[in-house]
Nanobody, 125 residues
Framework: QVHLVESGGGLVEAGGSLRLACAASGVTLKKNAMAWFRQVPGKERESVAAISRNGDSTWYPDSVKGRFTISKDDAKNTGYLQMNSLKPEDTAVYYC??????????????????WGQGAQVTVSS
C-alpha cells in the first residue's frame, strides 16, 4: 500500500522560505515521476513543480519558476519542494503526487496515481 506524507508546511512571512517534504512508503521515488500541486478553496488544483522518473527533467509554471525547486532524495525515499521568496499568493494546501506509469506525466493532476494528504502553507504580507 502506498503512502505519501507531506511535512514542512506552516506560516511564513512574505519573502521567506519553506521546504516541504514528501515521505514515501510502498513506492520507490527513484523509479517514479513526482510532482507538487497546490489548491486554494474554490479553485482547481494546479501543479507547481514536476520531476521525471530519473530526475533528468523538471517543469515549473512561470508563477514559481526561479523560486521553487523540486528534488528527490533516493536514499531517504523522500521528495522535496524548496520554496524561496514566498509571496502571499503562494498560500494554499500543497500536495505531493507520484505516478508509476509514465516517465514524465507533467502538470496534469489527472495523470498521477498516488497523493499525499496535503500540507498548509500560509504566507503573510
Amino acid at each position: 500500500q502506498v503512502h505519501l506524507v507531506e511535512s514542512g508546511g506552516g506560516l511564513v512571512e512574505a519573502g521567506g522560505s519553506l521546504r516541504l517534504a514528501c515521505a514515501a512508503s510502498g513506492v520507490t521515488l527513484k523509479k517514479n515521476a513526482m510532482a507538487w500541486f497546490r489548491q486554494v478553496p474554490g479553485k482547481e488544483r494546479e501543479s507547481v513543480a514536476a520531476i521525471s522518473r530519473n530526475g533528468d527533467s523538471t517543469w515549473y509554471p512561470d508563477s514559481v519558476k526561479g523560486r521553487f525547486t523540486i528534488s528527490k532524495d533516493d536514499a531517504k525515499n523522500t521528495g522535496y519542494l524548496q520554496m524561496n521568496s514566498l509571496k502571499p499568493e503562494d498560500t494554499a494546501v500543497y500536495y505531493c503526487a507520484v505516478d508509476s506509469r509514465a516517465y514524465f506525466p507533467g502538470s496534469s493532476p489527472r495523470l498521477y496515481e498516488y497523493w499525499g494528504q496535503g500540507a498548509q502553507v500560509t504566507v503573510s504580507s
